[in-house]
Structures are given as C-alpha cells and as structure tokens.
C-alpha cells in the first residue's frame, strides 16, 4: 500500500534513491529463483522413481524458497525498472513474465504442500509452465541488459532468419596494413560495440543514448549531442570516459571494463579530426600524432615471422652443432621456431660452425652468443640469419664497424650489446631496426650524451644502459 502511494506522489517519474538503491540489488537475487525453481523442477521429476520417493516430503520447500526468491526478483525488479534506462516494450513484457512465475510458482508449492491426489496432468502442467516462462523471462532480461540481439548474435542465419532477424553483418576484414585502417569502422565502432553497447542499445538506453551506430551516436542522448565534433574537451563522451573511476558520472559504468589508454587517445584523435563515418588514418593522421598508438593497438607492431609455419629442421644438422657445443631448443608446440645456445660451450665460436647455423636459416629466432668469442667477421655471417628476433652479443670484440652487418635483420626486437666496443655506429644501424624493442648498452663505449640522444629520438626503444632503463 505504502509504495502504491509513493507511486501516486510522482515517484514513478522521478522515484526516490533509495527505490534505484534497492532496485539495484535485482541482478543478485534474480539467480535464486531460477536455482531454486529448476532445482524443485528436477527434483520433482526425479520423485517419480521408487528410490528418490524420500525426498517428497521436503519438495514443497524447494517451491516455496522459489516463489519466495521470486518475489525479492520481481520487487527489486519493479525497483530497478523506476529508472527508466530500458525499453518500454520488453520491460513490460519481462516484468509480467516474472509475476507469472511468481505465481505459477506458488501454484506449485501450494499444490504439492497438501501431498494430496491432485490431477497428475496438473501438477506436471505447472511444473512445465515454470520452466517455461523462466526460460522466457530470462531470455527478456538478457535483451535488457545486453540488447535484443544478445541471445542470436552469433546464431546461424538459417535460426536469425526464423527470428526475424536480418542475416548477420559480414566481418570487416582485419587490418594488415595501416594504410587500410579506417578510422571509425576499424577501431572507433568496435570500441564502442565491445565497451559501450551493453547500457546503450534498443533493449537498455541508458541516458536516452544509443550507440549502436554512427547516426545514433551522434544524435545524442537525453541531454544532447556527446560528440562535438572537432573539439574532444567539449565532447560529453569524451569527458565521461576521462574521468577518474570513483566518479559517478565515468563510463563505462556499473563495473563494466574501462576503455585502455590507447583507446581513449583513438577516441580523443578522431573526434578532434572531425569525428567522421569514415576515412583511413594514414590519411587523417597527416602529422603522424596517433599512427604508433593505432598500430600498437591493431597489432601491427607484432612480428609477423611467428605468423609463418616452418619445416621440421634436418635431424643431422642438429646432431651437428649440438657436438660443436650449441644447445638447441624447439620454442613452440606447434611450429618449429628454433632457440640456439652457444654461450655454455667450452670453446670459442668458429667460422665452421657459423656456416653449420646457417643450415638453420628459416627456423633459428634466439640465438645466444654471450661471451663466445665473436669477432666482427664472425658478423658477416650472422646478419645473414634474416629471421631472428633476439640476439646476444655480450662479452665479444666487437666495434661499430661489425654492427653494421646486423642491418639486414628485420625482425630483431632484442638486442645485447653488454660489454663490446660499440660507440657511434648506432647511429647508422638503428634506423634499419626498426622492430627493436630493447637494447642493452652497459659497459659499452656509449657515452651518457649519445644515450640520452638515442632515447629522444627513439622513444619506444627500451635502452638498457650503465644499470638505468631509458625508455
């Protein structure tokens, strides 16, 4: 009676907090009906067989843990629906569903309480329609909460065509290169499809705001437009996803997985460059502001030689280096990238055995050379290993002029230099690596004014030197 007249206030059009703060609690007591209702469902079934017949007398109190846990759902339900963030229809048509398993619920439990000779196409008739309408209630609420697509989005267009639904939208083809890249349909969208959708969709329009498309989410929401396009600080999208998490006003909300770094830079750039439907990056992005952070985020600065699939190494050639003192190591599982290891051996490295290693020219990605006796000859024929990916050179004589060889290895993202004689030279090398992540430079004859030099210039390169990281 009390909350009948709370209504009649003008709660319903602008309900108190405390209505939302209860209403809240719906998500955690929604399961307990469904465990309780399915669990009395089976275990009423299961009674039909001579040896569960013990459990009889106690079913009526699974039906009635279930229509009690029911009526929490539907009241903390009814609550949360004050708010006004979800679609009309489906709202009306999940919150009678919920009633009717309420009550179909109570049926129950009154029905099999009086342990008397009721109609067995009665009592089977309810138990089924509680199944039923707890499946379909359920299936309401997952179209609330996560759109009215959720259950078939992923369905074969053969069901989605029987649900009315138009055949699934064919997948843009993945990015390979940047130039291909399209600002909003490559990167914008998806951010928005797998962040931001779930509270902004036909079933849950929080704030009156859609975001399933380009058109609606430039149209705005209840308090007009969140995109202002060319000015990001302006833009009420951009400002609620800037916000510190704690704020009530930050989105995405309700504990959802907050957009990264890298995400909220994409956002900030297109809307700054005019938030269009569509156009390449490499073309928008003409003063190079965000091209890095868009790779990284596609995964373009991945190496692409771990995409290759290489043959099974000759047997003999490894039972070769392996008595010339090399440990070799298969990396991966499922392909055949090899890990080759010098720097244990009792001698020093050879031009024989180099011209063995590159028998394993395809397959060799690590190769460690610590303290092996490598000279700048020795280099001539390493920098023909094109695949390799990590290289230590520590504890060898070699100079700049050496290094030099080292440029034709495209795919090196780690580099130890420790304690050579290397200087200068990386000037001219570094330029042609230009997949190298990190490099180690102590007890070289790096200065500290090229170090710092290097790192100013080469800002996502990690710089090991004299037991300080650069980076």
């Known amino acids: ?72 759902a539907v009241l903390f339900g009814y609550l949360l629906s004050l708010s006004g963030d979800y679609d009309t229809d489906t709202l009306f048509w999940h919150q009678w569903s919920g009633i009717m398993v309420l009550a179909l619920s109570l049926a129950c439990y009154l029905v099999f309480k009086k342990q008397g000779k009721n109609a067995q196409f009665v009592k089977w008739s309810l138990v089924v329609l509680v199944a039923i309408t707890i499946t379909y209630t359920g299936h309401l609420g997952g179209n609330l909460t996560h759109g009215q697509t959720y259950l ?139 091209t890095e952070t868009v790779y990284a985020y596609l995964g373009l600065d991945k190496n692409s030689i771990f995409n290759q699939t290489v043959d099974p190494p000759n047997t003999t050639l490894i039972d070769s280096l392996t008595d010339n003192g090399f440990i070799i190591n298969r990396l991966m599982r499922d392909n055949y990238f090899l890990d080759a290891n010098f720097s244990l051996s009792e001698r020093k490295i050879a031009r024989t055995d180099l011209d063995l290693l590159l028998g394993l020219k395809e397959p060799l990605v690590w190769l460690d050379l610590n303290h092996s006796g490598v000279t700048d000859e020795h280099l001539q024929k390493l920098g023909e290993l094109e695949n390799l990916v990590k290289l230590n050179l520590s504890g060898n004589a070699i100079s700049d002029d050496g290094i030099q060889h080292l440029s034709k ?15 200068e030279g990386l000037i001219d090398l570094l330029p042609k690596l230009s997949r190298l992540k990190s490099i180690y430079l102590w007890k070289t004859h790096i200065g500290d004014t090229l170090a710092v030099r290097l790192q100013e210039e080469y800002k996502n390169l990690t710089i090991i030197y004299k037991r300080e990281t650069y980076k």
Request: with cysteine.
């Open 1 to 72: 009676m009390e909350l009948i007249l709370m209504l009649n206030f003008g709660f319903l059009e602008d309900p108190a907090d405390i209505l939302i703060f209860f209403g809240r609690f719906h998500p955690l007591v929604v399961h307990l009906p469904i465990g309780f209702l399915i669990l009395a469902a089976i275990a009423q079934f299961a009674s039909r067989w001579p040896k569960f017949h013990p459990i009889k007398p106690f079913l009526h109190y699974l039906w009635a843990l279930g229509s009690f846990s029911a009526f929490l």
């Open 152 to 290: 078939l989005e992923y369905a074969p267009n053969s069901i989605r065509g029987m649900a009315g639904l138009p055949p699934k939208k064919e997948p843009r083809p993945k990015v390979t290169l940047l130039d291909s890249a399209d600002i909003y349909l490559d990167l914008v969208q998806p951010m928005m499809e797998g962040k931001c959708v779930s509270c902004h969709n036909p079933g849950k329009k929080k704030g009156d705001l859609l975001l399933t498309s380009y058109s609606e989410l430039m149209k705005g929401g209840e308090n007009g437009e969140v995109v202002v396009v060319g000015d990001a600080g302006a833009s009420e999208l951009f400002r609620r996803i800037t916000l510190p998490e704690n704020h009530d006003d930050f989105m995405p909300s309700e504990g959802k997985r907050p957009l990264t770094d890298e995400e909220v830079d994409i956002i900030e750039f297109w809307i700054t460059a005019g938030a269009f439907p569509k156009g390449y990056v490499a073309k928008l992005d003409s003063k190079k502001e965000i």
């Open 409 to 423: 290895l495209a795919h090196l993202e780690s580099l130890n230099l420790y304690d050579t004689k290397v200087s």
